[in-house]
């Protein structure tokens, strides 16, 4: 799914003549999405990236803990629900294993994007599998409560890409991580965070900040890469495709 999607928004991508980068690249990713073109745009220009650092995360974790459990998945600040798709996709054809999910709740301010998200995870085969509740959440995550993120399952998966990095150049969308920790610690019990975002510093300050936050209830960091890493992508200025460089910043933590 995830070659035929990339290839998809490829083709319709390449197909927009506009040779500046900062006005198709939705402010690298941070900006709220209002149009389709847009959508287009980031998966052109960013799955193959977010898909091989989130492979090698699943990679470096015992997702064989949630073979057997009742599992609610969140995706924070989802966009198109790369993180879900990822970690749907590297189960099925990775590992060759499931993950009985009962409810995906995908939390996103962009409405065009949740919903295009929520059309993606469908799509899936490991959706069309065990069909869990998909709920929408079309918020900032600073306006999230309580009662939105009450799981009813045994454990949940919690995902963070590309979110927790957003700083004060775009402040309608920055998190306030005091706030998200705080309403976290009062709900969720058996869940595993996963956070990574590229690496410079106010991602890595971030990251941290949220991760030490919880330091008090697991005790040890499941996963952490800060190395780049080279992925087959489209280039914008050469227009082929070639190996590209990127970087990341991840960790990974399990609260009981």
Request: proline residues 2%; charged residues 25%; neutral net charge.
């Amino acid at each position: 799914m995830i070659d035929r999607l990339y290839q998809n928004s490829l083709n319709i991508f390449k197909s927009i003549n506009n040779n500046n980068m900062s006005a198709i690249n939705c402010n690298r990713g941070k900006e709220i999405i209002i149009d389709e073109e847009s959508l287009v745009n980031y998966m052109a220009l960013y799955l193959p990236m977010h898909m091989a650092k989130l492979y090698d995360l699943f990679a470096g974790i015992y997702l064989s803990n949630y073979y057997n459990k009742n599992v609610t998945l969140y995706d924070w600040g989802c966009g198109q629900a790369m993180g879900s798709i990822a970690l749907l996709e590297y189960v099925e054809n990775i590992l060759k294993e499931q993950i009985n999910l009962e409810k995906i709740v995908l939390i996103e301010p962009s409405e065009l994007a949740l919903k295009r998200a929520a059309e993606l995870i469908k799509q899936t085969n490991s959706y069309k599998e065990c069909k869990p509740e998909i709920v929408l959440i079309n918020k900032e995550i600073n306006s999230i409560n309580e009662n939105d993120i009450n799981p009813q399952s045994k454990m949940s998966i919690n995902i963070f890409s590309n979110i927790l990095d957003v700083t004060d150049e775009n402040k309608a969308n920055v998190v306030d991580l005091d706030l998200l920790n705080g309403k976290i610690k009062q709900v969720m019990k058996n869940s595993l965070f996963v956070c990574i975002s590229p690496n410079y510093a106010a991602s890595r300050q971030n990251i941290d900040y949220f991760v030490d936050s919880f330091g008090d209830k697991f005790d040890e960091v499941l996963y952490f890469n800060d190395k780049n890493f080279k992925v087959e992508s489209f280039d914008f200025y050469s227009r082929k495709m070639r190996k590209r460089r990127f970087t990341r910043y991840a960790k990974a933590f399990f609260v009981e």
